[in-house]
């Protein structure tokens, strides 16, 4: 699975890509979006979509993708299609109406599934940057792992290593403070990827471990 993501997308396109993912769990003008560069850009991107690609810098103004990115087109049409699937799972998560922090950990929770893990760092961040105390040690643990995933995806084994070991090591001292997250599913989960990426013996091809909301 992770020959879909390596090598990593170039900057502008990975930022647009990301915005649309992230937007698409609520909107559905950039479902619209997504839907399109996932069914391959055969024709100009229908006119209620256009202004928001081109915004974004995707297509031309006549709706046609730029030149610039046709040469990833098979791994952008993969991208938005797990950016549908996160969008599809997003309503089945728990309401979090109020409560910032749990609503960015059940988007996160839909992205993560999808092993879209540079939006789950998106979303997370966003929040960590407000919170104080335990809550935020939980969202930069969580943060780490993510981001120690998808250094594994895209080939930087040092990097996964260091993330994974770091993450893990603080999120188990605050496990609770993150009532929509299963925490301790996701350090059981991810106890024999730590080891494997210490071994040097973790594969590109092993899937990354979902994770879930906590049981009530």
Not at 121 to 142: F, I, K, M, N, S
Request: net charge neutral; no cysteine.
């Amino acid at each position: 699975m992770a020959t879909a993501h390596a090598p990593g997308f170039p900057l502008p396109l990975r930022n647009a890509l990301a915005r649309l993912v992230i937007d698409a769990l609520d909107d559905a003008e950039a479902r619209a979006a997504l839907a399109w560069l996932a069914a391959g850009v055969v024709h100009p991107a229908p006119a209620e979509t256009r202004a928001r690609l081109a915004s974004l810098h995707v297509v031309e103004p006549d709706g046609t993708l730029l030149d610039v990115h046709r040469p990833h087109l098979g791994r952008v049409r993969a991208h938005a299609r797990r950016g549908l699937d996160a969008a599809a799972a997003f309503p089945a998560a728990p309401s979090a109406a109020g409560d910032r922090v749990a609503a960015a950990v059940a988007r996160a929770i839909a992205l993560w599934n999808e092993q879209l893990f540079f939006e789950v760092h998106e979303v997370l961040e966003a929040e960590w940057q407000r919170t104080t105390g335990a809550e935020r040690q939980a969202l930069q643990g969580v943060i780490q792992i993510g981001v120690a995933l998808h250094h594994h995806l895209h080939g930087n084994a040092r990097g996964a290593r260091t993330l994974m070991r770091e993450g893990r090591e603080r999120l188990a001292t605050v496990p609770d403070a993150l009532p929509a997250l299963d925490a301790g599913s996701l350090l059981a989960a991810t106890a024999p990827w730590e080891a494997a990426l210490a071994a040097g013996t973790a594969s590109p091809d092993d899937a990354p471990p979902r994770i879930a909301t906590r049981r009530r």
